[in-house]
């Protein structure tokens, strides 16, 4: 399992060609006290950048874009019940998809744990 | 009067440094840094609704009006009874353009000697041009832009203001008088923004962070937010400039009869008296109206409206009550889908929401009234 970051805040946790997603301590943070997840259906097919879901703090609706292509095969079922799982447990019980990796090429230009961790000292 | 800064010029407020040491998360609001919130909106709105919240609202503005007939000549621009209003009594009231337009919302305070009126942040500067413009020259009108502004609201706020002002337990809802704490001068109003009890603090600016200070030292009180102001006003039905009023509603339109009075409908002199006396009579063609909604998916502003297949009205302000736990909005929807218990449906990103029209407040009032 390998664990890759994006510089819009989300997490992709790499296992041969499947892909759990979420996004990450400092993106929930920063939105608040998160309401709604909206996320893709089962079997739909997001593109690298393209929207993939959308979270609802009490604020404001935020998009959050597909870090890599693929298709869905799974969406967190506990975040209809409890979508402040994202706030308590952004990068573990709080995911937001599983996908199948089109082209693990994409992952190349994406941070590792110790990257992010710079990217965002940064901020 | 001070000169306006370049619109691109962010400023800071008296209290500034003092959020910032709290771990306050700022933002950009009506040309200042505002606090956003400090623990989370959610956290700070259920404090404030069961305890006191300490809100900056020193980026309003803070004018007084004064000169013979005061009242006479303010009523020739606002449409509620200034003449019939009582000295440290104050009103909620509406600056309108010729079409009966909304330009700003407003308290009036009658004051021995003048009137002190609180207007909005991002209106200021508008509504300075505006009074100078109508109101005769004999009148001084004054922009206390040294002066801050805090609100202490909550069931607790009572409590905690007294502990240290003996005697603002005496004012009641939409009275106000002249109090110090140390010798520090402050105007205090039993007035507020979130449908709670509560108070608003005009304090001199370099006093600021001592009051600030003397305030969060209560146990009852934390600093709140824009945020949770917002969250808070919204669940109260109370509109906000820009987002539930503006020169596209009227008085009528906004449900805001209670501004009003009958005197001022019968004898009209205000700007647009005519269309709005007309659609208070005759109803106005829309209507601001609240909506509870199915599930949890909360629609904002600039959602649209529909009546089965019909677009019938806007969402001017919604979101998540924190209290409630379900999704809530305020909007306009023409007259005849307006009454309560009528289903709507409102358009988030493709999907139908189900909404009915439910009277405001959504969450009472819970105001100190005299006799209470």
Known sequence: MTLYFTDEHEWISVEGGSATVGITDYAQAALGDIVFVELPASGATLSKGGEAAVVESVKAASDVYAPVT??????????????????????TDGWFFKLTLADPAELEGLMDAEEYKAFVATL | MSDEEPAEIIQTLPLDAWHRQRGARMVEFAGYYMPIQYDGIVAEHLWTRAHAGLFDVSHMGQLLVSGDAVDIELEKLLPGDLIGLGVDKMRYSLLLDENGGILDDLMATRRTGDFYLVVNGATKADDIAHLHEYLPEELT?????????????????????????????????????????????????????????????????????????????????????????????LEAGLPLYGHDLDTRSDPAMAGLGFAVPKRRRAEGGFPGAVTICRHFAEGPPARRIGLSLSGRLPAREGAQIYADDVLVGIVTSGGFSPSLQQPIAMGYVSAAHAATGTALQIDVRGKRLEAVVVPMPFVPHRYVRKGA
């Open chain 2, 141 to 233: 009108l004054n922009h206390l832009d040294e002066q801050a502004l805090l609100a202490l609201q909550g069931p607790e706020a009572v409590t905690a203001l007294a502990r240290l002002i003996p005697g603002v337990e005496a004012l009641v809802f939409m009275t106000a008088g002249a109090f110090d704490l140390d010798g520090v001068p402050l105007w205090i109003s039993r007035s507020g923004y979130t449908g709670e009890d509560g108070f608003e603090i005009s304090v001199p600016a370099e006093s600021a962070e001592f009051l600030a200070d003397r305030l969060t030292a209560q146990p009852e009180v934390k600093p709140i937010g824009l945020g949770a102001r917002d969250s808070l006003r």
């Open chain 1, 70 to 91: 693929g298709t869905v095969t799974e969406a967190n079922p506990a975040l209809e019940e409890d979508p402040a799982l994202v706030n308590s447990a952004p990068e």
